[in-house]
């Protein structure tokens, strides 16, 4: 696009701030269509503070609404040729290219920030949490398979079975070949003595 969009801020030049009243602005698009850059220009006068006046109120950041406004009428110039006048008026149609476009940046600047807050949050708190998770676990175990060690012989296999193979107590007692009531007591005794080994409160 050829015809300049230097204007940037309300009355910082006439392209933000001088409406042209009376101007045919259906006639002025139909202009644009055909490639004509001064009817644009002429356009871009007509319209442009309202733009900018509309995409502020959605984006709030001026630097941004500016952006966002020569973004929409650059748009209304490359598909002037779209607009129909039997379905709006000029004006409406292209505040709602300027409204969509607004809309557009709040979204993507939003979805940005969610997306680098998440991802800051999950690595903070993922490296945190997998290296105290595996100190933990790396000590838990160390200190379990030290506590292991203290129980007899047939308690160890009973625990072991019970707690870290995951099976029931009719299916320890199956297993080693014994009364459930022994498995079921050979799993409490070496429980009670984990648990003073360990430390663990009842």
């Not at 933000?16 to 009817?39: F, M, N, V, Y």
């Not at 979204?107 to 595996?134: K, P, V």
């Amino acid at each position: 696009m050829m015809v300049s969009m230097a204007a940037t801020s309300p009355g910082s030049g006439p392209a933000w701030g001088s409406a042209a009243t009376g101007t045919d602005l259906a006639a002025l698009l139909k202009a644009c269509a055909l490639g004509d850059e001064a009817a644009f220009a002429r356009l871009y006068d007509a319209v442009s503070s309202r733009v900018y006046g509309l995409v502020l109120r959605v984006v709030r950041d001026p630097a941004q609404s500016e952006e966002v406004a020569q973004e929409a009428l650059l748009d209304v110039w490359r598909t002037s040729a779209r607009f129909d006048p039997d379905r709006g008026s000029p004006v409406s149609w292209i505040l709602t290219i300027a409204h969509r476009k607004a809309v557009d940046r709040v979204r993507s600047a939003q979805a940005s920030t969610d997306r680098e807050d998440t991802y800051g949050s999950r690595n903070q708190e993922r490296a945190f949490d997998q290296t105290a998770e595996a100190v933990e676990r790396s000590l838990d175990a160390q200190r379990v398979r030290a506590a292991l060690d203290t129980l007899t012989e047939t308690q160890r296999g009973a625990v072991e079975l019970a707690y870290l193979g995951g099976y029931t107590h009719t299916e320890v007692a199956a297993l080693l070949g014994v009364p459930l009531g022994t498995a079921k007591t050979r799993i409490r005794d070496g429980l009670i003595r984990l648990r003073d080994t360990l430390g663990v409160q009842s």
